[in-house]
């Protein structure tokens, strides 16, 4: 086909998908099996060690595909891969175009998309757009080489700061761990953090703007409403920041030559400085979206933006649903609402307070308006916040009380690894790499056998990565292998159950059905066509009853089960009675 026929029916398509009620979900670009895609994440460090280091790699993620591929998922987004400063877990990139050694090579990730392509999964990988390490090339030469240099507005310099930036550098050199508050806070380049300070001198400036540690200093790409008094703040259309979006294009496009099928682009939503709508930095994300469907159709991209509403719109198919990006989520599934203390009984045991009532609001407007042209993504847990199995949430059926909520949302779900069998959020360990005590509990080792290093790593325990926790051997997946009833085959079968039924899937109608000032039992309805089902749950521990209206319920047939309820259909009504600690899906007729 030429490329002006091409061209036309793309053009023909797009204008088609869009006046077609039919053209379902999703940008016209976004390709069909992210429809119907449930996502497994991996943070690499912690999956599977082929070389007996201690330390996860691409090699032994790839000796687990048979395993991932068991679960019914459809891809795989892996936590950064490059070259890294390693005081952010892989988030402080040195070389965006190499593969840290410790992983593996280039060629590695080459053999990982093939192999992974050959077992139907997809491979997406971290687009880290908004900073650096500063241990990069690019921030060194940013920084020593002149206002001329390649690099000098590649990064945000000034020489002179206010008084009450420099209180906020005093008060950091005060804490005892490197602090990440504050993105787009100054830090002095003669003090970076402490014991770690790479360049003694820059002459490009006395100041860096820094975007989480002080070590990522932030990529410059503009500021949104430049204020002329303040030189540093330079437009987006200027030199450097437009610069920065070639290097951004020509990363993304070195790892699509390597056959990627996608991004999970980190803090999407920080690029443009003082862009307070986010209008300026939709417009690049929009800019990014349009450059790849013209040179890599096909590819997903998935943000780190936490507002689904202005992440879809910019370009991106997925917008993640994060506990504090989105805080009606951490009040459902957080009794305190905060990360470190994860509630009793499980998620919506402050509905009292109106927790169900502020979610459900907040998904519904948020679902309006990425549809049609794209997903909420409403993760398991990921490597910033604590596991399904937390804090007094503790036993397999409350686990798999969540993982009925996950996988019966609409929208894409994202499984973080070892969610599927139900591992434990390890509390009390050190901070490795940066992630401070609260992230390391939820980056631990995958646990594969029931052996002292889990099957995870020929190393001895105390060499590995972060320890692992076994629970006398019942938090693996050699165990949950054996056992119908386990957290991991109960999890395979929500996961088949939702590519089976379309209504329970990533597009079907979802409506809540139960009064939302009344916590339980809580019952939603998914709707495809002429099929419906009902998901109901009672995480509390004491049982509870409701009596719906369904005036053409006929019978319902249980697909899932989690504890004990009992469900009778007569007059057009549903009289449901739920134990405490379960989770129905009934299939309605
Ligand atoms: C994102 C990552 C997190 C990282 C931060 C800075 O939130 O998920 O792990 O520390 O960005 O890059």
Not at 143 to 149: K, Q, V
């Amino acid at each position: 086909m030429t490329r002006l026929k091409a061209n036309i029916l793309k053009i023909l398509f797009i204008v088609l998908s869009s006046l077609s009620p039919l053209s379902g979900f999703a940008h016209p670009s976004t390709p069909d099996w992210v429809k119907s895609a449930v996502f497994y994440d991996i943070y690499p460090s912690s999956f599977m060690d082929s070389d007996g280091n201690g330390i996860g790699d691409i090699k032994g993620i790839i000796s687990r595909l048979d395993y991932v591929k068991s679960l019914g998922v459809d891809a795989i987004w892996m936590n950064p891969i490059f070259v890294s400063g390693w005081f952010d877990g892989g988030y402080d990139i040195i070389d965006f175009y190499k593969v840290d050694p410790r992983f593996g090579s280039n060629e590695d990730v080459r053999t990982l998309v093939d192999e992974a392509h050959k077992r139907g999964l997809k491979v997406c990988l971290d687009l880290v757009a908004g900073h650096s390490s500063n241990k990069c090339d690019w921030f060194i030469k940013s920084a020593t080489e002149g206002r001329d240099g390649r690099y000098a507005d590649y990064y945000i310099w000034t020489d002179s700061i206010s008084s009450k930036d420099l209180k906020d550098i005093e008060k950091r050199h005060n804490e005892k761990e490197p602090i990440s508050s504050k993105t787009g806070a100054w830090v002095g380049v003669k003090d970076q953090f402490i014991g770690d300070a790479c360049i003694p001198d820059a002459d490009r400036g006395s100041y860096y703007l820094k975007n989480y540690y002080v070590c990522q200093p932030a990529l410059n790409y503009g500021y949104a409403n430049p204020d002329p008094t303040k030189p540093w703040q330079q437009p987006v259309s200027a030199p450097g920041p437009q610069a920065m979006r070639r290097e951004l294009k020509n990363i993304m496009s070195f790892w699509y030559d390597k056959g990627v099928d996608g991004f999970r682009v980190d803090m999407a939503q920080s690029l443009v400085k003082n862009d307070k709508d986010k209008k300026e930095t939709m417009k690049l994300w929009k800019e990014m979206r349009d450059w790849q469907d013209t040179n890599y159709p096909g590819k997903v991209l998935i943000a780190e933006w936490g507002s689904p509403d202005k992440a879809v719109p910019a370009g991106f198919d997925i917008d993640f649903y994060l506990p504090w990006l989105r805080k009606v989520y951490a009040d459902l599934i957080w009794e305190t609402g905060k990360s470190k203390q994860v509630g009793p009984g499980a998620y919506f045991e402050k509905s009292g307070k109106g927790s169900i009532k502020r979610f459900v609001e907040q998904f519904y407007s948020d679902l309006e308006a990425t549809s049609p042209y794209g997903y909420v993504a409403v993760p398991s847990s990921n490597h910033d916040y604590p596991r399904v199995n937390a804090g007094t949430r503790n036993t397999p059926e409350e686990v798999k009380v969540f993982m009925t909520f996950i996988l019966t949302l609409p929208g894409i779900p994202f499984i973080h690894y070892g969610d599927e069998i139900g591992m434990r959020n390890v509390d009390n360990l050190p901070s490795v790499e940066g992630s401070r005590a609260e992230r390391s509990g939820t980056r631990t080792p995958m646990q594969w056998k029931n052996e002292p290093s889990a099957g995870f790593s020929s190393a001895s325990p105390e060499k590995l990565y972060l320890p692992v926790f076994l629970d006398g051997g019942k938090l693996t997946v050699e165990e949950q292998e054996k056992d119908s009833g386990s957290v991991l085959n109960f999890t395979r079968n929500l996961i088949r159950l939702r590519h089976e039924h379309p209504a329970l899937g990533n597009e079907g109608d979802w409506k809540v059905v139960t009064s939302l000032d009344k916590p339980y039992p809580m019952v939603y309805t998914r709707t495809s066509g002429n099929r419906t089902y009902a998901v109901a749950f009672n995480p509390s521990a004491a049982a509870c009853d409701t009596e719906l209206d369904m005036p053409d319920a006929k019978s319902l047939v249980p697909l899932s089960a989690v504890g004990k309820a009992k469900a009778k259909v007569k007059n057009g009504k549903i009289r449901l009675k739920m134990d405490g600690i379960s989770a129905y899906i009934y299939k309605i007729n």
